[in-house]
C-alpha cells in the first residue's frame, strides 16, 4: 500500500490559496511578505497524537513515502510527528521501530549500511515537531566520540551526511518547529535555493521557527518592526544543535554547491548552538532574524563564511534578549566576526578566538549596533579591520569593551562611530580617533555617547624605585583599565595587548596608577568605562621611560604569523636538544601573477584555471604564504561600476583557490577597479591587459619570488565590442 498523501486541492487548500493574495495585499512591505509568505512553506498535513518511538534509520535513500524493506530518514520524521502510524509500515520497517521508554521522548536513530552514510534528498524533509525529539546522529556504527579533526575544540566527525541529490536544489535540510528538540552528530551541507525573487524562508541547513498556521495578523504592534507575529505564535524553545559539521562532508571536501547559511534562528527561545563546525557558507554561519532570546552560542568552529553574500560569520538581527556567544573560534571568515544589526536587546560576547576576518570586506572584529552589549576576555587579532566598533547611528549606547587582547588590527582597538562619517566605510571600519568631546550634542552623534578616551598627563612616565606612577583624568565616574602596547605600529592609541590595572576616577576625573610590572621602553595606552555610557576609544599611547637613560620603545613590528583557524590533533613532540639554528638557504620561486578576464565578465576561463592550479601548488607548498588578490578593470563604464567588477574577479579567483583547498584565512580580497591600469592605451589589447586579478604574495620568509608576467589567458574582444 502506498502512503503517499493525496494532492488533490481541497476546499481548505483553496481558501489557504486565497489567504496567501489577501495578505500580499494587506502586507506590501518586502519584509513582511518575506515572512508572511515563508509560513507557508512548512509542511500543513494534520498531525494525530503520537505516541514517542525510537525510530532507526537504516536506509540513505529519499523518495516517495511507502512500505518496503527499508526505513529512510523522511519516513522516521513522519513517524514521530505523528503523521505516519505504524500500520501503514511493511513488517521489516516496523523492526525498526519501538515504543519509547515511559515518560522518554522520541528518538530518530541509525544504522545504515557501510559506504551509504550520506542521505541525498530529493526534496525538503517534514519539519521537526515531536517535543524533546533527539536526532542523534552518533548512534550510527562507526561513529568514534573520542576523535576529532581539530585541535581547537574537539568536535568529533560525523558519518551519517545530510545533502540535496546532485540535481536538486532545496531550501533547508532540518527545519524545526516543535520544543526542546536536539540535533545531534550529523553533516548537513549544500543547502540552498536559487529563485528570481525570495518568497520564502531563509535557505539554511538548520532552520528553526515556529510552526503554522499563520500568525495573527489582527496584533497591532509585533515583537519588533520587520515582522507581524504576536506572542500567540508560540516560537520553539529549547532547541540544542550540538557536535554537528554544517556546511562540511565528513571528509572535509569543499562541497560543489555550498550552502546559503548555517543555523538560521529565525524565531526561537532559548536555542544552544555548542561545539559545531560551521564553515564554507555563502552567507554566515549562525544568523538570527526576528526572535532569539536566551540564545546561547558556545564552543563552536565557524570558519570560512560569508563567501558570496551576507559575509559575517555571526549576524545578530531581532529580538536577542540575554543571548550568549562564549568560547567559539571564529576564524577566516569575509566580513565581521560577530555583527549584531538594529537588535533588541543585549547580548554577552566573551572569552572567545576571532582572528582573521574581514577576508573579503574589511570589517571590524565585532560590530555593535544597540545598546549594552558587553565584549570581554576575547582574543581579537589579525583582522582586516579594526577590533570593535560601536555604531552612531542607530545610537547605541552602554557597550561594555573590557579584558579584551587585541594584535595585528587595521584600525583601532576600540572605535566609538560619529554620525557625520556615514560612508559604508565608516559602518564597516570605523572612522579613527575622536576629538575630545567639545559639546553636549556629541553624546547624541556617537557611539556609547561620545565618552572621552583617558588622557595621560604626559607622553612619558619614569621608573622610579622599581615603580610607575601614571596619572591621567578621564570622564568623572569612569573606571580606567590600563593596557600594555606590544606592537609598534602606525596606530599611536594602542593596539590594546594586555591588560595591566584597573582604577577609578575620583570626582574630578583624575586617576592614578603605582605599577611594578612595567619596564623602561614599555608602551601603555588605556580605556574608560563609564556605568552610563559604556567604554571609550583608546588614549594616545605614553612611553614607560628610565631616569638615567632615554630609551626607544620595547614594542616591535607585528611578527608574521601563519594563518591558520585549526589544526591536527597530535600526540605532543618528544622533546629534543636545542640546537643552533642556521639562516635558511633562500628558495627561489617562478610564480605567475596575474589571471585575465573576458569583456564585463569576472568567469575563471580554462586557461585562467590552469595558471591558478600553479598558484594552488605554490600555496599547498608553503604553508606560510599568504595572498591578496586585487581585481582590476578597464577604464569604460563608471567608477563604482569597475569597482564592483573588480571585486568579483578577485572573489572569482579567491573561491577558485577555495576549491583548491587553500584556507580562507590565508587569501583577502581587495577592489581597485580602473585605477589602476596596466596601460595607458586605448586599443583593444590594452583594455584585454587590464582586466585583471593580480596576486601580492606575503610574508615570504626564506624565499626569493620572481613573479612571471604571463598572457596566456588573455581575452580581448572582437572588434567593435563595446560595454
Known amino acids: 500500500m502506498n502512503h503517499t498523501g493525496t494532492k488533490l486541492e481541497t476546499g481548505d487548500a483553496l481558501k489557504s490559496r486565497q489567504t496567501r493574495v489577501d495578505l500580499l495585499h494587506t502586507y506590501r512591505s518586502p519584509l513582511i511578505v518575506f515572512f508572511l509568505l515563508s509560513l507557508f512553506a512548512f509542511p500543513t498535513k494534520a498531525t494525530a497524537q503520537a505516541t514517542n518511538q525510537v525510530v532507526v534509520v537504516n536506509s540513505n535513500q529519499d523518495g516517495a513515502i511507502q512500505p518496503d524493506e527499508a526505513l529512510t530518514l523522511r519516513e522516521a520524521i513522519e513517524i514521530v510527528n505523528g503523521q505516519l502510524s505504524i500500520e501503514q509500515l511493511s513488517e521489516a520497517e516496523r523492526a525498526q521501530v519501538e515504543p519509547s521508554q515511559a515518560n522518554t521522548p522520541s528518538r530518530i536513530e541509525f544504522n545504515l549500511p557501510p559506504e551509504q552514510t550520506t542521505i541525498r534528498l530529493q526534496e525538503m524533509l517534514p519539519s521537526l515537531e515531536s517535543p524533546g525529539l533527539v536526532v542523534d546522529g552518533t ?30 536544489q532545496i531550501l533547508r535540510g532540518l527545519t524545526i518547529v516543535g520544543d526542546r528538540i536536539t540535533v545531534r552528530g550529523l553533516s548537513v551541507y549544500g543547502f540552498k535555493e536559487l529563485r528570481e525573487a525570495t518568497l520564502s524562508t531563509p535557505p539554511a541547513n538548520i532552520f528553526i521557527a515556529h510552526r503554522s498556521p499563520p500568525p495573527n495578523i489582527s496584533r497591532q504592534r509585533p515583537p519588533n518592526d520587520n515582522a507581524p507575529f504576536s506572542p500567540d505564535d508560540t516560537p520553539p524553545r529549547g532547541v540544542v544543535i550540538e557536535d554537528n559539521w554544517l556546511g562540511i562532508p565528513p571528509d572535509e571536501s569543499m562541497p560543489e554547491q555550498p550552502s546559503a547559511f548555517g543555523v538560521s534562528v529565525f524565531n526561537a527561545e532559548g536555542t544552544t548552538i555548542r561545539r559545531n563546525r560551521i564553515s564554507n557558507h555563502e552567507g554566515s554561519g549562525i544568523i538570527t532574524s526576528v526572535q532569539a532570546n536566551n540564545l546561547l552560542v558556545t564552543e563552536n568552529i565557524i570558519v570560512g563564511n560569508g563567501i558570496a553574500g551576507m559575509p559575517d560569520a555571526i549576524r545578530l538581527e531581532g529580538v536577542i534578549n540575554d543571548s550568549q556567544i562564549t568560547g567559539n573560534l571564529i576564524c577566516g571568515n569575509d566580513g565581521s566576526g560577530v555583527y549584531l544589526f538594529k537588535p533588541e536587546g543585549s547580548t554577552q560576547i566573551r572569552d572567545n578566538q576571532i582572528t582573521f576576518n574581514g577576508r573579503r570586506l574589511r570589517r571590524a572584529a565585532v560590530y555593535l549596533m544597540g545598546d549594552n552589549h558587553q565584549v570581554t576576555g576575547n582574543q581579537i587579532r589579525n583582522q582586516s579591520g579594526p577590533g570593535v566598533v560601536i555604531a552612531a547611528y542607530p545610537k547605541s549606547d552602554g557597550n561594555v569593551i573590557e579584558a579584551n587582547r587585541f594584535a595585528g588590527l587595521e584600525g583601532l582597538s576600540i572605535d566609538l562611530n560619529t554620525q557625520q562619517n556615514v560612508e559604508p566605510i565608516h559602518f564597516q571600519r570605523g572612522d579613527g580617533p575622536n576629538p575630545l568631546r567639545n559639546s553636549p550634542n556629541r553624546r547624541k552623534e556617537t557611539g556609547n555617547s561620545a565618552i572621552n578616551a583617558p588622557e595621560f598627563l604626559s607622553s612619558e612616565f619614569y621608573v622610579l624605585n622599581f615603580q610607575v606612577e601614571l596619572l591621567g583624568k578621564a570622564d568623572p565616574g569612569s573606571i580606567v583599565e590600563l593596557y600594555r602596547v606590544s606592537e609598534n605600529t602606525e596606530i599611536s592609541h594602542g593596539p590594546l595587548s594586555e591588560p595591566i590595572a584597573t582604577v577609578t576616577t575620583d570626582a574630578a576625573g583624575e586617576f592614578r596608577a603605582s605599577l611594578n610590572n612595567l619596564q623602561p621602553g614599555d608602551t601603555v595606552s588605556a580605556i574608560a568605562t563609564h556605568p552610563q555610557y559604556g567604554t571609550s576609544e583608546p588614549a594616545l599611547n605614553a612611553l614607560v621611560q628610565s631616569p638615567t637613560a632615554t630609551v626607544t620603545p620595547n614594542s616591535d613590528a607585528p611578527t608574521p604569523v601563519t594563518p591558520q583557524c585549526t589544526t591536527r590533533p597530535a600526540p605532543p613532540a618528544p622533546p629534543q636538544a ?27 576561463s580554462p586557461a585562467s584555471a590552469a595558471v591558478l592550479d600553479q598558484i594552488a601548488d605554490v600555496l599547498r607548498t608553503y604553508p606560510f604564504l599568504t595572498l591578496e588578490i586585487e581585481g582590476h578593470t578597464d577604464p569604460r563604464a563608471t ?27 590565508r587569501m583577502t580580497i581587495r577592489s581597485f577597479g580602473e585605477t589602476q591600469r596596466r596601460t595607458t592605451g586605448a586599443e583593444i589589447l590594452d583594455y584585454a591587459r587590464d582586466r585583471r586579478a593580480e596576486f601580492i604574495f606575503q610574508d615570504t620568509r626564506g624565499l626569493e619570488i620572481i613573479f612571471e608576467e604571463q598572457e596566456t589567458d588573455l581575452q580581448p574582444e572582437s572588434r567593435g565590442g563595446t560595454r
Not at 548512534?139 to 540535496?164: F, L, M
Request: aromatic share 4%; charged share 15%.
Open 139 to 168: 548512534t550510527q556504527p562507526g561513529y568514534d566520540a573520542t576523535g576529532s579533526a581539530t585541535a581547537e575544540i574537539a568536535i568529533p566527525i560525523p558519518v551519517v551526511a545530510i545533502t540535496p541529490a546532485p540535481d536538486q
Open 578 to 604: 636545542q640546537t643552533p639554528e642556521e639562516p635558511p638557504i633562500p628558495i627561489t620561486l617562478r610564480v605567475p601573477r596575474i589571471i585575465h578576464f573576458a569583456l564585463d565578465q569576472a568567469t575563471i
Open 639 to 665: 567608477n563604482a561600476y569597475n569597482q564592483e567588477l573588480g571585486n568579483r574577479r578577485a572573489l572569482a579567483a579567491r573561491n577558485y583557490l577555495l576549491n583548491q583547498g587553500i584556507a580562507p584565512e
